[in-house]
Each structure stands twice: as C-alpha cells, then as structure tokens.
C-alpha cells in the first residue's frame, strides 16, 4: 500500500505560478507511475500529467506544468506555471502499479482573474 499527502495548494492570481508536492510512504515506490489528477466543481476528475519512464500532460497544460519526481525522497512534484482561473481545481496525487491504484487526500488550487 502507498499513502500519499499533497501540498503546497493555495490562492494566487492569474500568471502566477505554485509547485505542488506529494510525499509518498510506502515501498517500493520507485515501481509505481505516479501522476497528478484534478477536479474542478461540477466536474469529474481529470488527468493533469504522468510519470513514469516518460512524462506525459493533458493539452491544457502542456507548456506550462512539469511534472517531476525524486525517487531517493518519496516525492513527486508539479511545477505550475501561468496559472488561469481554468486551473481552479483540487489538485490529487495518484501513484499507480497493476491492479493497484492510491489516492491523497487533494490540495486546493484557486487562480483568480
């Protein structure tokens, strides 16, 4: 199993960045794909980026987020730059392996125009 605690969420105005970050416990974390989902009021969750050999993004943010990791730390990380009110979301932290599939608890992203 893998627990996962998001951070770093927060109030900021359009343009302006945030970085995200999820500590993970629970081995082996290297063997798990870790990405970044978020869910918008009224909307369902969404995929935001990917990692594991190779990053992959959603066209939305491609350009503006990066997606990273540091497997010595437990971490995965997102880098959000140009922040738009569109981005307004809950942010998760997933880690995924086979059949096994592990959620945070969510951070909070408000971007305000």
């Known amino acids: 199993q893998v627990q996962l605690v998001e951070s770093g969420g927060g109030l900021v105005q359009a343009g302006d960045s945030l970085t995200l970050s999820c500590a993970a416990s629970?081995?082996?974390?290297?063997?798990?794909?870790m990405g970044w989902f978020r869910q918008a009021p009224g909307k369902e969750r969404e995929f935001v980026a990917t990692?594991?050999?190779?990053?992959y993004y959603t066209d939305s943010v491609k350009g503006r987020f990066t997606i990273s990791r540091d497997n010595a730390e437990n971490s995965v990380y997102l880098q959000m730059n140009s922040l738009k009110p569109e981005d307004t979301a809950v942010y998760y932290c997933?880690?995924?392996?086979?059949?096994?599939?592990?959620w945070g608890q969510g951070t909070q992203v408000t971007v305000s125009s």
């Open positions: 997933g880690a995924h392996r086979f059949l096994d599939t592990y």
């Open positions: 629970g081995r082996p974390f290297s063997s798990y794909a």
């Open positions: 990692i594991s050999g190779r990053t």
